[in-house]
């Protein structure tokens, strides 16, 4: 783990979803609901990041009334709660074309998200029913990307193959550059996106937002894209189901998404107190 210097007070707290805020059955529970309670009544604001897209983030929002900008797509897309666009970062046509062409010589399923929809080349295609019931809403099927390609906010390769995941977002890298991010938001889902669409880029955007310097933000997440938020926050929680390489980037390591990770974090790192019982893993 990274040590942590700060003494300034965090004023924001941003979370990553699934794996982080919610379980592995995508509940939001009541410890996690009080913890973000305890945080508004230190007047320490809340917000939520996701390469869901915005919409599949509504049951979150539904429960938690947020009154901070809602990150789809990894910073893709930020909506307001209202779901109302405030900004988007669309994929250009050519790096949209090379990342389809690069997943499928990977031979990872390629999926595609424009602001408003989700299309997939298979509805009996790998996850693609898990996907479903998580973000509550169906994708269309689209055999052929082609006439979306200028309109992505996201293109996902999608396997049960980690180690074929991993090396597309290997090549994904180099190849593309700065032209996209690539990062797995699971293990068997590689991320593209924009350039700015990245979770560093969703802590940038929320410190000028609401005038609140970096060193005042704590991250939480699991996977290998919220390193990029950990960067750039003051203050960084790696949930304890995260890979020991996500962990190391962390300045914290709470339990995990199964055992009140998420609250446990609030109350012992943000809040300093103990309300939420520590569990060992």
């Not at 410890?31 to 897209?53: H, M």
């Not at 900008?69 to 970062?89: C, L």
């Not at 998580?134 to 689209?142: L, P, Y």
């Not at 055992?259 to 790192?269: C, K, S, T, V, Y």
């Amino acid at each position: 783990m990274k040590p942590y210097l700060s003494s300034a007070p965090i004023a924001l707290v941003l979370a990553d979803v699934d794996g982080t805020l919610v379980t592995n059955d995508k509940i939001l529970t009541d410890q996690s609901k009080d913890a973000v309670r305890r945080l508004r009544e230190r007047g320490i604001r809340f917000a939520i990041t996701s390469g869901r897209p915005p919409r599949g983030m509504k049951m979150i929002n539904d429960a938690l009334h947020l009154d901070t900008p809602i990150a789809g797509f990894n910073g893709g897309v930020f909506v307001n709660p209202d779901w109302t666009v405030i900004t988007s970062h669309t994929l250009s046509k050519e790096a949209a074309t090379k990342a389809i062409e690069i997943i499928g010589r990977h031979k990872l399923t390629a999926w595609l998200y424009t602001p408003e929809d989700w299309y997939i080349p298979d509805p009996t295609g790998p996850h693609v029913a898990r996907e479903a019931w998580t973000v509550k809403f169906d994708a269309k099927v689209q055999p052929d990307f082609t006439p979306l390609l200028g309109q992505a906010v996201k293109i996902v390769g999608v396997s049960d193959d980690l180690a074929a995941v991993a090396a597309c977002e290997t090549e994904c890298r180099d190849i593309l550059q700065n032209s996209a991010s690539a990062a797995r938001s699971q293990p068997y889902y590689l991320d593209v996106t924009h350039p700015e669409a990245t979770k560093g880029f969703v802590v940038t955007y929320l410190s000028q937002h609401f005038h609140i310097p970096l060193e005042q933000i704590a991250t939480l997440g699991d996977m290998p894209n919220d390193i990029l938020m950990f960067e750039k926050s003051g203050l960084s929680i790696a949930m304890g189901n995260a890979s020991p390489e996500v962990q190391a980037q962390a300045n914290f390591v709470t339990a995990s998404n199964e055992q009140e990770g998420f609250a446990l974090a609030i109350d012992r790192f943000i809040l300093k107190t103990q309300v939420t019982p520590f569990v060992t893993t």
